[in-house]
């Protein structure tokens, strides 16, 4: 139990060079004592702890004590999976490091209060016809759903340890940079091949960087929440309004439509996640957490993103 929420927390972050990890880590930083757990083992500086999962290595005794640990480890989400290869680096990169730390805290003398684990929306099944909260979703069938189904099961020891657990089910994060689904979007809307994707009614669903630091500092506080969480704005957008609204925004024609054929040709089997969209994933638990999005609709949302300040953004 975090007893006094007025004191700095000391908070350990695995994967804190990614995307959600640096902001994370600099947004924390401003109120808490952060550290970074990290792969090199030479030359560790002070606020740095050493792991090497694929060796089965962790620095235990540096651990004891933490307030919170979040576990954002893992290859990137959206890069091809085309082999066998892939499979098992992207299953092997989450559930082999959440397990080694799960292990690890379950056994220090000093755990922390709570583990914030990643996890993605992929869980759920793209099949679900309704609106997926975390009590009513149902797993899906494919690969990224059954992976993320053993990320999750990964932190269980720790949970049974009596540490609460949160898995954090991400969905696209909207970024910039060079990692997330928007950013690959914007050299080609730039170069005037921008188009709808398939029918464009697919539905995706969607967070800021703002909003999810923010997020995972409430659940830090929150001792009510645990399980997994929906991390994602209460409304989701459709592929057609995502593409609009980002031409818009660059100031770039959006004229073409490209279909589910040349979709496949072009993208291989990433074409199928593209084409059938998301289910309708809603923030349940944050909701009745009285946590408030800041950027709940796409435009706002984009233009907080890209650095475009309106009327609805302004800090």
Same mark, same amino acid.
């Given at each position: 139990?975090?007893?006094?929420?007025?004191?700095?927390?000391?908070?350990?972050?695995?994967? *804190? &060079?990614? $995307?959600?990890?640096?902001? %994370?880590? +600099?947004f924390l930083k401003k109120k808490h004592i952060v550290f970074s757990v990290v792969r090199h083992k030479s030359c560790v500086e002070?606020?740095?702890?050493?792991?090497?999962?694929?060796?089965?290595?962790?620095?235990?005794?540096s651990l004891e004590g933490m307030d919170v640990v979040v576990n954002l480890s893992g290859s990137r989400l959206n890069r091809r999976i085309c082999t066998n290869k892939d499979r098992e680096e992207f299953l092997n990169s989450?559930?082999? *490091? &959440?397990? $080694?730390?799960?292990?690890? %805290?379950? +056994?220090?003398?000093?755990?922390?209060?709570?583990f914030l684990s990643a996890s993605s929306i992929d869980w759920y099944s793209s099949e679900c016809k309704y609106k997926v909260t975390e009590e009513?979703?149902?797993?899906?069938?494919?690969?990224?759903?059954?992976?993320?189904?053993?990320?999750?099961?990964?932190?269980k020891v720790a949970e049974d340890s009596g540490i609460r657990v949160v898995n954090l089910r991400f969905p696209?994060?909207?970024?910039?940079?060079?990692?997330?689904?928007?950013?690959?979007?914007?050299?080609?809307?730039?170069?005037?091949?921008?188009?709808?994707?398939?029918?464009?009614?697919q539905l995706m669903c969607y967070i800021t960087l703002y909003d999810i630091v923010h997020a995972m500092s409430h659940i830090m506080l929150q001792e009510s929440i645990s399980g997994p969480v929906n991390m994602v704005t209460p409304m989701p957008t459709t592929n057609e309004e995502f593409m609009?609204?980002?031409?818009?925004?660059?100031?770039?024609?959006?004229?073409?439509?490209?279909?589910?054929?040349?979709?496949?040709i072009l993208c291989g089997n990433s074409a199928k996640k593209l084409i059938k969209g998301n289910c309708y994933v809603f923030?349940?638990?944050?909701?009745?957490?009285?946590?408030?999005f800041r950027y709940t609709d796409i435009k706002s949302a984009m233009s907080y993103t890209l650095g475009i300040l309106t009327d609805n953004n302004k800090c």
């Amino acid at each position: 139990m975090i007893n006094n929420k007025l004191n700095p927390l000391k908070i350990a972050i695995t994967g *804190s &060079t990614g $995307l959600i990890g640096d902001n %994370l880590k +600099r947004f924390l930083k401003k109120k808490h004592i952060v550290f970074s757990v990290v792969r090199h083992k030479s030359c560790v500086e002070m606020n740095e702890i050493y792991w090497n999962p694929d060796n089965g290595e962790i620095d235990d005794k540096s651990l004891e004590g933490m307030d919170v640990v979040v576990n954002l480890s893992g290859s990137r989400l959206n890069r091809r999976i085309c082999t066998n290869k892939d499979r098992e680096e992207f299953l092997n990169s989450r559930v082999n *490091s &959440t397990k $080694l730390l799960s292990k690890t %805290l379950a +056994r220090l003398s000093k755990p922390p209060s709570v583990f914030l684990s990643a996890s993605s929306i992929d869980w759920y099944s793209s099949e679900c016809k309704y609106k997926v909260t975390e009590e009513n979703g149902c797993n899906g069938n494919d690969f990224m759903a059954q992976m993320c189904k053993a990320w999750e099961d990964s932190a269980k020891v720790a949970e049974d340890s009596g540490i609460r657990v949160v898995n954090l089910r991400f969905p696209y994060v909207l970024s910039s940079v060079k990692s997330s689904i928007m950013a690959s979007f914007i050299p080609i809307i730039n170069s005037g091949v921008g188009g709808i994707l398939g029918s464009g009614k697919q539905l995706m669903c969607y967070i800021t960087l703002y909003d999810i630091v923010h997020a995972m500092s409430h659940i830090m506080l929150q001792e009510s929440i645990s399980g997994p969480v929906n991390m994602v704005t209460p409304m989701p957008t459709t592929n057609e309004e995502f593409m609009c609204i980002l031409a818009e925004l660059l100031n770039k024609p959006l004229r073409l439509r490209y279909p589910q054929w040349l979709l496949k040709i072009l993208c291989g089997n990433s074409a199928k996640k593209l084409i059938k969209g998301n289910c309708y994933v809603f923030p349940e638990k944050l909701i009745n957490s009285k946590f408030q999005f800041r950027y709940t609709d796409i435009k706002s949302a984009m233009s907080y993103t890209l650095g475009i300040l309106t009327d609805n953004n302004k800090c």
